[in-house]
């Protein structure tokens, strides 16, 4: 029998066999194994336990111990509840974490407005966010004007918040609604002369502008005060309807009071050019001769010398005035008087709605009787009727013009003599002067009113431009005064200059 040999087994192969057999137990031991997390609970292989029951980590976060790379843990990897999922933001506004969960905006570090992110880190800080930011007045989440809040969110665009809102039209903004500080109540005018608004201030009156053509220009019939150019300041006033001669500031030898040019015949005494007439003409056969000059010697009356043979000089040869229109008789001053005498005569009295009308040489005031319980005009001033008793009705008329007087600024004074005649009232000009005498008038057609007057002014009423020596000349209805050149004895009554 063949015996057949068994080849032999390499050394190096017994080699390799020996160490898988030995490796087989070790790769079982490097496996990574899931973890036991307590009772009936085990995370997966690669995760860990966290600190909370039936909760895996992946990494530290979660564990419930705040690692070196860790701001805190607090062992959960969930956000908005103080730390965030990943530890690394404890979710407080200014950390310099922009926290979603806790609805941030932005974070910039610190918990201060005004630096681009508002300090409870729920906005940026820019107009239109709807929200009233640090530096905003208002914030109504748009960047438009006109709407209650301005474009840039600095104005409520309201006049007297000290912004001046350009848009709504405003030229300035104080930080007041009042007039004459150098801004308009409406925020309209900067209240300089020349900007072609009227201003008009109540707090300071003399800040009242009486016009503005928007320039200050002298020439026109604006001046660069904002006041209307008045024949007498210095200006000539060369635009329509003036168109002013000529303009020296006073009546001067070759410019007459009213601004014209100065010339002998022209109808206007100009005294500064030793004119002693001037009859608007050039004939010497009056008594004005073509030169200006009164002939001499047979009238020196109105050149304003008293001479010896005459009484008085007032300065012209008219009615007007203190003196007669020929020089021989003086009107002293003299007040305007009149009366008004209720009666009651056959029955005869004073009906509803019948008027009284009465003028002190400035202004005309109508009273309407009444009984009190009707109605009466509105543009009239009531007296009461006290029927069948004129004494007590004389005491109204008496009293209603007396309240006038404080009212309205009435320039008459009524009295009664309660003894001697009280159903008759007495009336007194308050000033002297023939203006004054103006007419009473009255509805009544009972006969149960007399009037008289009023009547016996004197003085004060030549007109302007007439020669005049004293003020008592000159009208006093128009305002006008004696204005004397210096040197001169005679003046040309006229309005004077502020």
Not at 8 to 36: E, F
Not at 174 to 188: E, I, V
Not at 432 to 454: C, D, H, L, R, W
Request: proline share 4%; hydrophobic share 20%.
């Amino acid at each position: 029998m063949r015996r057949e040999s068994i080849a032999p087994v390499r050394p190096a192969l017994v080699t390799i066999l020996i160490v898988t057999l030995l490796a087989l137990p070790l790769q079982s031991c490097l496996k990574p194994t899931s973890v036991d997390c307590g009772p009936n609970f085990t995370c997966p292989a690669g995760e860990k336990c966290g600190a909370q029951p039936g909760m895996c980590i992946k990494t530290d976060c979660g564990d419930g111990t705040i690692q070196a790379s860790e701001l805190c843990d607090d062992g959960n990897n969930n956000d908005g509840d103080g730390c965030s999922a990943n530890c690394l933001s404890d979710e407080t506004c200014g950390n310099g974490i922009v926290d979603q969960a806790a609805e941030e905006k932005c974070d910039d570090g610190n918990t201060e407005s005004g630096d681009g992110c508002r300090e409870d880190c729920l906005s940026y800080e820019f107009c239109g966010n709807n929200l009233v930011d640090k530096g905003e007045v208002c914030d109504n989440g748009n960047n438009e004007a006109l709407d209650g809040c301005s474009a840039n969110c600095l104005s409520d665009e309201t006049c007297g918040n000290g912004y001046v809102d350009i848009p709504k039209g405003e030229k300035c903004d104080d930080g007041n609604t009042k007039d004459g500080d150098g801004c308009s109540a409406n925020c309209l005018s900067d209240e300089t002369c020349g900007n072609g608004i009227l201003d008009v201030s109540f707090d300071d009156p003399t800040r009242h502008e009486q016009c503005d053509d928007g320039n200050k220009v002298a020439i026109d019939n604006c001046n660069n005060e904002c006041k209307p150019t008045i024949c007498g300041d210095g200006a000539i006033d060369n635009q329509s309807s003036r168109h002013e001669q000529c303009d020296n500031g006073e009546e001067s030898s070759e410019c007459n009071f009213n601004c014209t040019k100065s010339e002998c015949g022209d109808g206007i005494l100009n005294v500064s050019a030793d004119e002693e007439c001037d009859d608007h003409n050039r004939s010497n056969d009056d008594n004005c001769l073509s030169t200006c000059k009164l002939k001499a010697p047979e009238r020196t009356c109105g050149d304003g010398k008293k001479q010896s043979h005459e009484e008085c000089d007032d300065g012209n040869t008219n009615a007007c005035g203190t003196c007669n229109e020929t020089c021989t008789s003086r009107q002293n001053e003299a007040t305007a008087t009149g009366k008004i005498i209720i009666i009651d005569a056959d029955g005869s009295h004073i009906e509803e709605g019948e008027i009284l009308s009465i003028h002190d040489g400035f202004k005309r005031l109508t009273f309407e009787f009444t009984t009190g319980i009707s109605s009466h005009s509105s543009s009239h001033i009531p007296i009461r009727i006290e029927l069948d008793d004129p004494n007590r009705t004389a005491k109204a008329i008496k009293r209603a013009i007396t309240d006038s007087r404080s009212s309205k600024g009435f320039k008459i004074s009524p009295q009664i003599d309660e003894f001697f005649s009280p159903n008759q009232i007495s009336l007194t000009n308050d000033q002297s002067g023939a203006f004054g005498n103006k007419s009473i008038i009255t509805s009544n057609q009972t006969g149960s009113i007399e009037i008289t007057g009023m009547s016996g002014g004197k003085g004060y009423d030549c007109p302007e431009g007439m020669g005049c020596t004293h003020d008592e000349d000159c009208d006093r209805n128009l305002s006008l005064k004696c204005l004397i050149p210096e040197g001169k004895v005679r003046g040309t009554c006229r309005e004077p200059l502020d």
